[in-house]
């Protein structure tokens, strides 16, 4: 069973601070590690998709730091606002001898921006 | 709104119910996906097609059977489920199963009675 793990949980921001969190992943047999944002009653939405050790993105307030060595991506929103409010999840693709297997997704951490 | 397009929203079926999930896209992606999403779980793997071929079956039980007749639609025919097996159920589609973000449709919520 692959484990992609999603810390916090949850998580309860003032409206204007910046937070963080944090997803991790066995690094072996890495491929590419992706970013969705899924609001309630919505479809998740793709934020970033990153492949490379040390790749940083960046969408707006949002930014993903990707490191594959140790097996770890911290995505940071500056300034939080109430449409921020959501649950985000990683998800992580494994090269598999044979091409790519399917997306294996973290539990996600649930984030309320408090105005 | 999303790309992908699924049907019916809300789907109520029995045991010996046969029904059938059904998803659209019109991107030009090559490759579509099934999760099973139970409440505070994440997205699990199901199924993946890629050019229309099944490439990924993440050894799901016979009584759920994917079908994709052409580039743009994807089927999930039910036969026989269990109560155990009412999850949210999202399609989602990619340019490709390398490095493409999904796109995913709202889902269908699925209940077995």
């Known amino acids: 069973i692959l484990n992609v793990e999603q810390s916090p949980q949850s998580l309860h921001v003032q409206e204007g601070d910046s937070t963080n969190f944090t997803c991790s992943f066995p690094s072996s047999n890495f ?20 492949t490379l050790n040390g790749d940083e993105k ?8 990707l490191n594959t060595k140790e097996g770890y991506s911290y995505l940071y929103i500056k300034g939080s606002q109430p449409e921020d409010s959501a649950t985000y999840l990683c998800a992580l693709l494994m090269y ?3 091409g790519a297997d399917g997306l294996t ?3 996600g951490t649930h984030l309320i921006i408090q105005p | ?10 789907l109520v079926m029995g045991m010996t119910n046969k029904k059938s999930l059904k998803c659209e896209q019109h991107m030009g992606h090559r490759a579509m996906y099934w999760y099973k999403q139970k409440a505070k779980k994440p997205p699990e793997l199901m199924f993946v097609y890629s050019y229309e071929k099944l490439s990924i079956n993440e050894s799901v039980p016979s009584r759920f059977s994917p ?9 999930l025919h039910l036969h026989a489920l269990q109560p155990e097996d009412s999850a949210l159920y999202l399609c989602a589609s990619s340019q490709s199963t390398y490095n493409s973000p999904l796109h995913f449709g709202n889902g269908t919520r699925l209940t077995v009675t």
Not at chain 1, 31 to 50: C, D, G, N, Q
Not at chain 1, 58 to 65: L, M, Q, V
């Open chain 1, 96 to 98: 598999s001898g044979g």
């Open chain 1, 31 to 50: 491929y590419a590690l992706h970013w969705y944002r899924w609001e309630t009653a919505k479809s998740p939405e793709a934020l970033f998709v990153m």
């Open chain 1, 58 to 65: 960046k969408k707006g307030r949002i930014s993903a730091t």
């Open chain 2, 67 to 75: 079908e994709c007749p052409n580039s743009s639609l994807l089927n």
């Open chain 2, 1 to 10: 709104d999303t790309e992908v397009t699924q049907t019916p929203k809300h």
């Open chain 1, 105 to 107: 997704f973290g539990k």
